[in-house]
């Protein structure tokens, strides 16, 4: 049974920083590309960064410089870094393969206020 479990996220001020984290269960993790998607009140869930199974990565425009996707194969899990947070990264969290065909986690909310 597939599981994604996401963990990290708080309330922080805008500037300061998060480690948001995925435990995957149920795949090889190792040979699955890995992508986080952000869920802002009353809008679409929006593709945020991706780390492939080589360990390859690319971001959504507005966290360039800002985000960095990473994973550790031997624990199962993908890390989100997330370093001077905006209002506008307030959302909840979901990691999920890049074309969401895994089951949803619960996510993780992020608060960032200003």
């Known amino acids: 049974q597939v599981q994604l479990v996401e963990s990290g996220g708080g309330l922080v001020q805008a500037g300061g920083s998060l480690r948001l984290s995925c435990a995957a269960s149920g795949i090889i993790f190792k040979f699955n590309s890995i992508s986080w998607f952000r869920q802002a009140p009353g809008k679409q869930r929006d593709l945020v960064a991706t780390?492939?199974?080589?360990?390859?990565?690319n971001y959504a425009d507005s966290v360039k410089g800002r985000f960095t996707v990473s994973r550790d194969n031997a624990k199962n899990t993908a890390y989100l870094h997330m370093n001077s947070l905006k209002p506008e990264d307030t959302g909840v969290y979901h990691c999920?393969?890049?074309?969401?065909?895994?089951?949803w986690g619960q996510g993780t909310q992020v608060t960032v206020s200003s």
């Open positions: 780390i492939t199974s080589g360990g390859s990565t």
């Open positions: 999920n393969s890049p074309r969401a065909f895994l089951p």
